[in-house]
Nanobody, 126 residues
Framework: QVQLVESGGGLVQAGGSLRLSCAASGRTFSSYAMGWFRQAPGKEREFVSRISSTGISTYYADSVKGRFTISRDNAKNTVYLQMNSLKPEDTALYYC???????????????????WGQGTQVTVSS
């Protein structure tokens, strides 16, 4: 069992930055690939980014590529999402999720992730 707790959300002006953190419980964190997803009011959940268990491989949605950076510190059981050049359309509830698979098939599909955090709100004002 893995428990995930996100933090770091808040209100920021367009063009600003935020860094989200996701702290995981358990001694098996380093065996999980980790993902970030977001959901805006009235919209479906969408994939944002993913990082492999070792941190070597990263993946991004086209909408955030070049602006967001995912990273992890397995010694601290934490995954991060650095968000720069934020836009109002980035406003959403951001979730981290853990995937115990080694395959990257369907990695954008939230249904394949095993554990989820409660989310942290990011609001970008124009």
């Amino acid at each position: 069992q893995v428990q995930l707790v996100e933090s770091g959300g808040g209100l920021v002006q367009a063009g600003g930055s935020l860094r989200l953190s996701c702290a995981a419980s358990g001694r098996t964190f380093s065996s999980y690939a980790m993902g970030w997803f977001r959901q805006a009011p009235g919209k479906e959940r969408e994939f944002v980014s993913r990082i492999s268990s070792t941190g070597i491989s990263t993946y991004y949605a086209d909408s955030v590529k070049g602006r967001f950076t995912i990273s992890r510190d397995n010694a601290k059981n934490t995954v991060y999402l650095q968000m720069n050049s934020l836009k109002p359309e980035d406003t959403a509830l951001y979730y981290c999720a853990a995937d115990r698979r080694t395959s990257i098939l369907r990695y954008r599909d939230g249904d394949i992730y095993d554990y989820w955090g409660q989310g942290t709100q990011v609001t970008v004002s124009s």
